[in-house]
């Protein structure tokens, strides 16, 4: 499973315009600090916020939410999508952002969970008894930018 690196996690963080409580999506890649370009579509750009963030060399979801500072690294997460499917997995942390959790996805991926973002619902991360939500539109109208945005630093299946 990829490590994130704290200074970049802290960058990716930071990196997000300024729009709370409303949904955005990259046009452009941006540099993560270290190198490595990304593209996003986020919620927020403070606590509680989310994003769905493409790099160069990963994929995560990521969210902020004060709750999960009392998630542990590596625990067992289930991700509710907005489509009204789901699925599992294990979260990751960073000592630098205790209240931040990412749950990392491979390529192969990409699409797939997208198409959960596409119809408007709600986005749910639970992992234990804690449990953080978020509001979605409908992003389909993100997603095709956000691929476009990673398509200029990655050749990732049905980007090009």
Same mark, same amino acid.
């Given at each position: 499973?990829?490590?994130? *690196?704290?200074a970049?996690?802290?960058?990716?963080l930071?990196?997000?315009?300024?729009?709370?409580?409303?949904w955005?999506?990259?046009d452009?890649?941006?540099d993560?600090g270290d190198?490595r370009?990304?593209c996003m *579509?986020?919620?927020g750009?403070?606590?509680?916020?989310?994003n769905?963030?493409l790099m160069?060399?990963?994929?995560?979801?990521s969210?902020?939410a004060?709750p999960?500072t009392?998630?542990?690294d590596?625990a067992?997460?289930?991700?509710?999508?907005?489509s009204?499917?789901?699925?599992?997995g294990?979260?990751?942390?960073?000592d630098?952002?205790?209240?931040?959790?990412?749950?990392f996805?491979?390529?192969?991926?990409?699409?797939?969970?997208?198409?959960?973002f596409v119809?408007?619902?709600t986005f749910?991360?639970?992992?234990?008894?804690v449990?953080?939500s978020?509001p979605s539109p409908g992003?389909?109208?993100?997603?095709?930018?956000?691929?476009?945005?990673?398509a200029?630093f990655?050749d990732?299946q049905g980007?090009k």
């Amino acid at each position: 499973m990829p490590r994130l *690196i704290p200074a970049a996690a802290a960058l990716l963080l930071s990196a997000l315009p300024a729009s709370a409580e409303s949904w955005g999506v990259s046009d452009k890649p941006a540099d993560a600090g270290d190198g490595r370009s990304m593209c996003m *579509i986020w919620y927020g750009t403070s606590a509680p916020m989310m994003n769905i963030t493409l790099m160069s060399d990963r994929n995560f979801i990521s969210v902020v939410a004060s709750p999960l500072t009392a998630v542990a690294d590596d625990a067992d997460v289930r991700l509710s999508y907005p489509s009204g499917r789901g699925g599992t997995g294990k979260l990751r942390k960073v000592d630098q952002r205790p209240d931040g959790i990412f749950v990392f996805f491979p390529d192969a991926a990409i699409d797939a969970i997208l198409g959960e973002f596409v119809a408007p619902g709600t986005f749910t991360l639970t992992s234990g008894d804690v449990s953080v939500s978020f509001p979605s539109p409908g992003l389909q109208s993100a997603i095709g930018p956000l691929k476009s945005c990673a398509a200029q630093f990655r050749d990732v299946q049905g980007m090009k």
